[in-house]
T-cell receptor, first 113, second 113 residues
Framework: DQQVKQNSPSLSVQEGRISILNCDYT??????FLWYKKYPAEGPTFLIS???IKDKNEDGRFTVFLNKSAKHLSLHIVPSQPGDSAVYFC????????????WGAGTKLIIKP | ETGVTQSPTHLIKTRGQQVTLRCSSQ?????VSWYQQALGQGPQFIFQ???????GRGNFPPRFSGLQFPNYSSELNVNALELDDSALYLC????????????FGPGTRLLVL
């Protein structure tokens, strides 16, 4: 039972354009969502997060949008840069078990020059 | 500030053996979580330790056990290894049990033959 789903295993985007990575969840108890980026041979690195009381959070080139009614969140990267090429994971936690992050399978983002 | 470190980086074991993986948390962090990441999947939560006590556990059998030491470093022990235990094992530290932003080490790649 996958509570967090990233349905696109990979995504290819031209440098300078917008990258949009999507994530769907099924558990309505999730109240905090995070995006992590992972390079090969490294652990995941925290990128940006959003609480369920918000619908948008922005940090530089990265914006996360949350649509609670659709149980959907997305990560926008504008403009995309070659260093953004990595695997992006969406993760979620519920208020009664903040310690346990539930992760999606990841989306591999490839930025083409 | 020292980041999260893990040892060893790679390990090969045979079925039925036991293994111990080690993690040093980031300076100032008192909480350590362990994850298993199988190929092509997102990390799966194994358990979390807070101030030397297990603070939560995912859906893993008792042959997965852990320890946290007074300096907040941690060990993951797996007994009676099975082929399906082959995975990347990630350790993450955070500044508290309710801190969702976790900082990951590079992981230990375990292969069980």
């Amino acid at each position: 039972d996958q509570q967090v789903k990233q349905n696109s295993p990979s995504l290819s985007v031209q440098e300078g354009r917008i990258s949009i990575l999507n994530c769907d969840y099924t558990n309505s108890m999730f109240d905090y969502f995070l995006w992590y980026k992972k390079y090969p041979a490294e652990g995941p690195t925290f990128l940006i997060s959003i609480s369920s009381i918000k619908d948008k959070n922005e940090d530089g080139r990265f914006t996360v949008f949350l649509n609670k009614s659709a149980k959907h969140l997305s990560l926008h990267i504008v403009p995309s840069q070659p260093g953004d090429s990595a695997v992006y994971f969406c993760a979620a936690s519920a208020g009664d078990s903040n310690y346990q992050l539930i992760w999606g399978a990841g989306t591999k983002l490839i930025i083409k020059p | 500030e020292t980041g999260v470190t893990q040892s060893p980086t790679h390990l090969i074991k045979t079925r039925g053996q036991q293994v111990t993986l080690r993690c040093s948390s980031q300076s100032g962090h008192n909480t350590v979580s362990w994850y298993q990441q199988a190929l092509g999947q997102g990390p799966q939560f194994i358990f979390q330790y807070y101030r030397e006590e297990e603070n939560g556990r995912g859906n893993f059998p008792p042959r997965f056990s852990g320890l946290q030491f007074p300096n907040y470093s941690s060990e993951l022990n797996v007994n009676a290894l099975e082929l399906d235990d082959s995975a990347l094992y990630l350790c993450a530290s955070s500044s508290g049990v309710r801190e969702e932003t976790q900082y990951f080490g590079p992981g230990t790649r375990l292969l069980v033959l």
